[in-house]
């Protein structure tokens, strides 16, 4: 099975706290990519980041930063001092390379993270 | 001006109408997608295209077709619309067969069927 999971359906947290968003996903193809969207309240979809099934190093960009664990299959994302901006709905996404015809996106349910002033 | 434009941007319509939805996008791109979102599902694919001569079925395309009129245009139909296609409906495009690069996404369309 190729599957996301995203079990975290709501989260509210204030102002200032750290927030974790948890990412698990299932594929058979041992090359694969992972992304994150963020969905603001406007609904668009805004690419945050892509990390490919050989690079296990996290990354940091402000206060976004992503712990990727292939051990445990997952692709979690960390915002650091979350800010009002920051509620929206984010989507976990898998790209497996070969059993994947046409290069389809498997997104999860999606976080809905509502930051509260 | 957006890369992936979709039209419109909101539409209400009735049951048993045909409906348009069109993408078109400058970015050079020769794969198309539409997807359909609802509440608690994610995104899931309705159908692709790698260039105008190639349309391929994704996971739930009964009750849709589209159409690949130019490398910048990709439409989707509706036959007869039913409410159960109420959704928020996004087209994307990405660059040719590169696992890593990000598919891009319009702005999506507000789909509600009466």
């Known amino acids: 099975a190729q599957k996301v999971t995203q079990a975290q359906t709501e989260i509210s947290v204030v102002e200032k706290e750290d927030v974790t968003l948890d990412c698990v996903y299932e594929?058979?193809?041992?090359?694969?990519?992972l992304f994150w969207y963020k969905q603001p309240p406007s609904g668009e979809l805004v690419f945050l980041i892509r990390?490919?099934?050989?690079?296990?190093q996290n990354e940091i960009s402000g206060r976004y930063s992503w712990n990727f664990q292939k051990s445990t299959s997952s692709f979690n994302f960390t915002i650091t001092a979350s800010q009002v901006v920051d509620s929206a709905v984010y989507f976990c996404?898998?790209?497996?390379?070969?059993?994947?015809?046409?290069?389809?996106?498997?997104f999860g349910q999606g976080t809905e993270l509502s930051v509260k002033p | 001006d957006a890369d992936v434009t979709q039209t419109p941007r909101n539409r209400i319509t009735k049951t048993g109408k045909r409906i348009m939805l069109e993408c078109s996008q400058t970015k050079g791109h020769d794969r198309m997608y539409w997807y359909r979102q609802d509440p608690g599902l994610g995104l899931r694919l309705i159908y692709y295209s790698f260039d105008v001569k190639d349309i391929n079925k994704g996971e739930i395309s009964d009750g849709y077709s589209v159409s690949r009129q130019a490398q910048a245009k990709f439409s989707l139909s509706l036959e007869s619309a039913i409410p159960n296609q109420t959704a928020l409906y996004f087209c994307a495009t990405s660059e040719d067969w590169g696992g890593n690069q990000p598919q891009h996404f319009g702005d999506g369309t507000r789909l509600s069927i009466l």
């Open positions: 594929t058979r193809d041992t090359t694969y990519y």
């Open positions: 990390r490919n099934s050989f690079d296990e």
């Open positions: 996404a898998l790209r497996p390379l070969i059993y994947n015809q046409g290069g389809k996106l498997i």
